[in-house]
C-alpha cells in the first residue's frame, strides 16, 4: 500500500487527487509553483509546500525519493517532462503523470513515467467500471492492481456485519470507511449490522475487489 504520497501541480486534477487520498488517510505531501494553490490545500493535506519542482535542488529538498508515490499533475508541458525527469534521476520509486495528449503520453513514456494518465480517458474508465460492476459505485487506482473503491451494501447482504463478511480474509481488502445517509464513519464496529444502501470504503487488490462484487451480486 503506498502510504506517502506526493502530489505535483494543483489544478484542478492534482487539488481532488490531493483532497481525495488525504480523506482516504493517505500522507499527502502537496506542491505547486502558484501561492494561491498551495494556501487552497494547506488545511485538507498532511502538507503544502510552494515551491518550484522543475529545480532538481528543490526536489531533493522536499525529500521526494522517500515518498511510495510521486503524482505530476502539472499543466505545462515542459514543466512536467522536466519535473518527471528529474524525478526518475532521483529515483522515486513510482512516478504517474498526467498528460494532456497522446503526444505528450509518448514522451513521459520515453522520459520513464512509470503511469501516465489521461484525465478525461480515466474518468471514462471509472464509468465504464461502475457501469460492469453492479455494487462497485466508484475507484480509484492508486497503483498496478491496487485500488480505492466504494462498494454499496444490497439488500441480499444488509443485516450481515463485517466480522461475519470477513472481508479482509475473504478478499484480502481493508474496510477504511462505512458510508450511511452521506455520513462517513471512520470508527465503525465490525459487529454492527450493516443496513441496505451503506457504502464499504475499501482498499487492496483489484481482482480482490471484483471478487467481493460478484458475490454482493449474486441473487
Do not use: W
Not at 9 to 28: D, I
Not at 93 to 114: C, E, F, P, T, W
Request: glycine share 8%.
Amino acid at each position: 500500500m503506498a502510504k506517502q504520497i506526493a502530489v505535483i501541480g494543483l489544478g484542478r486534477f492534482g487539488y481532488s487527487l490531493a483532497v481525495t487520498l488525504s480523506k482516504l488517510n493517505v500522507e499527502v505531501l502537496a506542491v505547486d509553483v502558484e501561492e494561491g494553490p498551495v494556501k487552497a490545500v494547506s488545511n485538507e493535506v498532511t502538507s503544502a509546500v510552494q515551491a518550484d519542482a522543475t529545480d532538481m535542488s528543490v526536489l531533493m529538498e522536499l525529500g521526494m525519493r522517500n515518498f511510495d508515490v510521486v503524482v505530476v499533475g502539472m499543466s505545462g508541458f515542459e514543466a512536467s517532462l522536466m519535473t518527471t525527469l528529474h524525478l526518475k534521476e532521483l529515483g522515486v520509486n513510482r512516478v504517474v503523470v498526467k498528460a494532456a495528449s497522446d503526444v505528450h503520453g509518448k514522451i513521459l513514456n520515453q522520459l520513464g513515467a512509470d503511469s501516465i494518465v489521461f484525465p478525461e480517458k480515466d474518468m471514462g474508465e471509472r464509468v465504464a467500471f461502475s457501469l460492469v460492476s453492479g455494487s462497485v459505485i466508484d475507484h480509484i487506482e492508486l497503483a498496478d492492481n491496487y485500488t480505492v473503491a466504494e462498494i454499496v451494501i444490497p439488500n441480499r447482504i444488509a443485516g450481515r456485519t463485517l466480522r461475519n463478511l470477513n472481508i479482509r480474509n475473504e478478499y484480502g481488502l481493508t474496510v477504511m470507511a462505512i458510508k450511511r445517509s452521506n455520513k462517513v464513519n471512520v470508527r465503525f464496529s465490525p459487529d454492527e449490522p450493516l443496513l441496505e444502501g451503506d457504502v464499504l470504503v475499501v482498499i487492496g487488490e483489484t481482482q480482490g475487489v471484483h471478487r467481493l462484487d460478484a458475490e454482493f451480486e449474486k441473487r
